[in-house]
Nanobody, 124 residues
């Protein structure tokens, strides 16, 4: 079992920045690729970014956030981050981190463990 707890969400103006954190506990964090997903009201949960097992590992992004968001991980701290810059109102959503035993994945179906989510609201 892996327990995931997100933090860092909040209200920010368009153009601003936030950094989300996801702290993991339980089984070996470095054995899991990590992902961030988001779900806006009335919409399906969608992929945002993922990073493979190692710190500094391969990173993958949704086209909608490429160049603005950066995913990273610190295996010594059992934490994955999502740095979000140049935020837009359409980035408003609940953001979830998740863990998968695959090398990486952009599909939410392949993630085994999920956090409870953190709200990000971007005002125009």
């Amino acid at each position: 079992q892996v327990q995931l707890v997100e933090s860092g969400g909040g209200l920010v103006q368009a153009g601003g920045s936030l950094r989300l954190s996801c702290a993991a506990s339980g089984r070996t964090f470095s054995s899991y690729a990590m992902g961030w997903f988001r779900q806006a009201p009335g919409k399906e949960r969608e992929f945002v970014a993922s990073i493979s097992w190692t710190s500094g590992g391969s990173q993958y992004y949704a086209d909608s956030v490429k160049g603005r968001f950066t995913i990273s991980r610190d295996n010594a701290k059992n934490t994955v981050y999502l740095q979000m810059n140049s935020l837009k109102p359409e980035d408003t959503a609940v953001y979830y981190c998740a863990a998968t035993s695959n090398f990486y994945s952009t599909s939410l179906r392949e993630y085994d463990y999920w956090g409870q989510g953190t709200q990000v609201t971007v005002s125009s």
